[in-house]
């Protein structure tokens, strides 16, 4: 089995130990290094070629999220997770702009949230906890929804099952909790989400989000 190659950034020690300790011991997943900040990261990255990062934002010579954007910029295959305690709209909206694939923050998050991130990322799909779903939906819905005609999304065709699990997302669950919502397993979550990415070619769950929205396909 392939496993997927994990670089940690962090300005603290004791996180880098932390979270080292979450990662080491997954039989599908290989912790290569550890870097102090952004621009050390790049180096190994660029050595390494590492499947993901996972990073902090606020740190001394390169920030996560001037990492996401240098990587992006780079062309790079590596895809960026941002663990940070900073999950503010601008903080966000900043990270996903750069490129990041993934945002937890620090303070809720468990070894179970991580290692789901890790591997939801690399399979190709974004990954945002719940707490900062949310935060998107409610910007995206205060920006987005004022305007919208009625019969906007009447042009889409979803299933009713397909329509269901969008409106969750669009509320702002993860897989597992649209999974245990519907008492359904996260693996026919991922496939329904997949025929509804595929059938409109969205590239993110957040270009998902926001194209439902836009469109008046979900009432909120």
């Not at 392939?2 to 004791?14: A, S, Y």
């Not at 900043?94 to 620090?106: C, R, S, T, V």
């Not at 005609?149 to 009447?154: I, K, L, Q, T, Y």
């Not at 693996?187 to 997949?194: A, D, I, L, P, S």
């Amino acid at each position: 089995m392939e496993k997927i190659k994990v670089i940690f950034v962090d300005d603290h020690q004791i996180i880098r130990d932390g979270v080292r300790t979450m990662i080491l011991d997954e039989e599908d997943i290989e912790f290569l290094d550890c870097a102090e900040n952004g621009l050390a990261a790049l180096e190994k990255i660029k050595a390494l070629s590492p499947d993901v990062v996972i990073s902090d934002i606020s740190m001394p010579d390169m920030t996560g999220i001037e990492l996401a954007a240098k990587l992006k910029e780079m062309g790079s295959a590596t895809k960026v997770l941002i663990l940070s305690m900073y999950t503010t709209d601008d903080y966000i909206f900043n990270a996903i702009q750069a490129g990041a694939k993934g945002i937890l923050p620090k303070q809720d998050t468990n070894k179970e949230m991580l290692l789901e991130a890790i591997r939801t990322i690399h399979a190709g799909s974004d990954y945002y906890a719940s707490s900062v779903s949310k935060k998107l939906i409610s910007s995206m819905v205060s920006g987005i929804k004022k305007g919208i005609p009625a019969d906007a999304g009447s042009k889409y065709t979803l299933t009713p099952r397909e329509k269901e699990i969008l409106k969750l997302y669009v509320e702002g669950y993860s897989n597992q909790e649209v999974a245990d919502k519907l008492n359904i397993s996260i693996r026919t979550v991922e496939t329904h989400k997949n025929n509804i990415m595929q059938k409109f070619e969205f590239k993110s769950t957040v270009e998902m989000i926001k194209f439902a929205l836009k469109n008046n396909i979900v009432m909120l």
